[in-house]
């Protein structure tokens, strides 16, 4: 089984590449977080699992937050999603506030989140049964896009008979194929030995770009945030905050070489000090 | 390790199995048991193994071998009681097929298993409408869960049994009351046992619908309904048998026909030969429709095999 090293041609925009040297903060942001608080629980089992989060990603960005196990990352990714409500604090996209799930915002989630009873394809096809797309536009966009993640072949296959690697390809095609805004990441190469979650970085490097998708991602996994984002957003833990922003300056246009570029490594052991650094 | 053949050789020596540990490796026959000298571990057994897996000869072995254990005892029983004018009696394996081949030939048995598989279709049929829709409602909603659970464990200890006279006088003799008491006697198994398996649902999946867009109508048909499906028919194939307690309660009370008539009539002549077969055909019909529900689980859920 190769992963594929070409993401096809959905929804290329290239408009996107004007946005090549723009500086990050004066492009138009597509999410905004303001002010978000979540807190669990009251009396003395009370979490402030976020505190006073604000962030942006800007329309074509890749920004990620990193963050140890049970910062709060996770519960900040779910509240963009909708399906948990903050405490305090907005969400917007495009200016209109998130009060629930919707596929302007596609989610892959980390595993086990793909319909077992459903083909490959059936999967893909969901989110477009839900906007009650035609049978007919809804078998071509499934092609289409299974194209895209490379597993034409595995249309009619059960989860079950897949590897993890390529459920979670699956997981992403059934997330893009609605062409949502904003495409949500909730460590989605966690669950996947290292040689899958490397073919996927570039898989998913490759969607990115030339999808022009807007990407949040979460994620512990410090090389492969700096290896994929613009923006790293480092959080504490209890209560979560981000505590540092890195920018990442490789551009958009970046390969396997870069693992090995000095500047990489240095940034990456930057972002690892900032996560480990005693408070 | 061609550097230090002697420090290996010593070795070598302290393992050597004896020859009558040497012949039990031959046979690959391992017994639980303490650790031995010279051999390591604790031997995990083959029939004895915890949690183990039989081969399927081995399991249709073992299954033939309990049910001829079966019939040997009914055999032994009816020679010791053989003559007997009071007490225990048990008819011959003889007399009893000759019963049984007595009530087909007359129709009795085919009108019997009609009423009373009639009588289950109909009761068995609601109740499980009933547990699939309730239970599925109390699985997904958490306001359905916490209004319903506390009022279905009351009622759930009521013997169903305990209602039959209440029934006959609400609904008469007529079939009305029968089929109310297999409803009752089931439902509350059937909800609660399908609230547990609509519960069973991975919230992942719940969360992947509703990222995707699917309304609530649409998750719960299109992804609570589907996972729960083969637990469904697994609940269903596990409280029929309540079903049948039930109807035999029902029947006993007042009917014409039915299986559960025949043994009372029976009981009346002192027909040990009669009740036998009765009973017999009660076990059988048991066993197939376990396996149909088997086969329909099957069936129905190719990613669950």
């Known amino acids: 089984m190769t992963e594929p090293t070409d993401a096809g041609t959905v929804i290329a925009d290239p408009g996107l590449l004007a946005l090549e040297g723009v500086p990050y903060d004066q492009r138009p942001a597509k999410l905004e977080i303001r002010g978000l608080v979540k807190v669990f629980g009251s009396g003395a089992a009370r979490v402030v699992a976020l505190d006073g989060i604000d962030l ?20 900040l990714l779910n509240i963009v999603a909708g399906l948990e409500r903050p405490t305090d604090g907005t969400v917007t996209v495009d200016g209109d506030t998130v009060v629930g799930p919707g596929p302007d915002r596609g989610v892959v989630f980390q595993a086990y989140s793909l319909f077992p009873w459903r083909t490959v394809a059936e999967n893909v096809a969901f989110g477009l049964e839900c906007l009650n797309v035609g049978r007919g536009e809804r078998r071509t966009r499934v092609a289409e896009m299974l194209g895209v993640v490379g597993l034409s072949e595995f249309a009619d296959r059960l989860p079950r008979e897949l590897s993890g690697g390529m459920r979670q390809r699956v997981a992403i095609a059934r997330a893009l194929v609605t062409e949502p805004d904003l495409l949500l990441l909730d460590e989605p190469f966690g669950a996947l030995d290292l040689q899958t979650r490397r073919s996927l970085h570039e898989f998913l490097r490759l969607v990115w770009q030339r999808t022009g998708a807007t990407v949040l991602m979460v994620t512990h996994d410090v ?43 240095a940034l990456e052991d930057e972002v690892d000090d900032l996560l480990h650094q005693p408070r | 390790m061609t550097g230090a053949p002697d420090a290996a050789a010593p070795v070598r020596e302290h393992r050597a199995a004896t020859p009558a540990e040497a012949g039990s490796r031959e046979t690959g026959h391992t017994t639980e048991g303490r650790p031995r000298p010279g ?267």
């Not at chain 2, 394996?93 to 030939?105: M, P, Q």
């Open chain 1, 223 to 265: 090389g492969e945030a700096v290896y994929l984002s613009e923006r790293v957003a480092v959080m504490s833990t209890r209560p979560g905050r981000v505590a540092n922003v890195v920018d990442v300056p490789f551009g958009r246009a970046r390969g396997p070489e870069l693992r090995r570029d000095e500047r990489f490594m």
């Open chain 2, 39 to 305: 051999s390591r571990g604790r031997p995990l057994g083959t029939l004895g193994r915890i949690r183990g897996q039989l081969s399927l000869p081995w399991r249709l072995g073992l299954g033939g071998l309990g049910l001829m254990g079966l019939v040997a005892v009914w055999v032994v029983a009816a020679q010791a009681t053989a003559g007997a004018e009071q007490g225990v009696r048990v008819p011959t394996v003889a007399a009893t097929w000759s019963a049984l081949t007595d009530l087909w030939s007359s129709g009795t048995l085919q009108s019997d298993l009609t009423a009373s598989g009639e009588r289950i279709l109909y009761g068995y049929g609601i109740s499980i409408a009933i547990g699939v829709v309730v239970g599925v409602a109390i699985g997904a909603f958490p306001g359905v869960e916490g209004g319903l659970e506390a009022p279905i464990g009351f009622v759930r200890y009521i013997p169903a049994s305990a209602l039959t006279p209440l029934m006959l006088l609400w609904l008469g003799v007529d079939e009305a009351p029968k089929i109310t008491l297999i409803v009752v006697g089931t439902v509350f198994f059937n909800i609660l046992m399908v609230a547990d398996v609509a519960r069973g649902v991975p919230r992942e999946l719940v969360h992947a619908a509703a990222t995707l867009g699917a309304s609530r109508r649409r998750i719960i048909l299109r992804v609570v309904v589907p996972h729960s499906l083969p637990g469904m028919v697994d609940v269903a194939r596990i409280n029929l048998a309540a079903g049948w307690l039930m109807l035999v309660v029902a029947e006993l009370l007042a009917s014409d026909e039915g299986l559960a008539v025949r043994i009372a009539r029976a009981t009346r002549f002192l027909n040990f030969d009669v009740m036998f077969a009765v009973l017999i055909v009660f076990g059988a019909i048991g066993v197939l429709s376990d396996l149909a529900l088997r086969g329909v689980r099957w069936a129905v859920a190719p990613w669950d095999r």
């Open chain 1, 56 to 75: 942006d990603v800007p329309a074509g960005g890749f920004v990620s937050l990193v963050g140890v196990s049970g910062c709060g990352k996770s519960t």
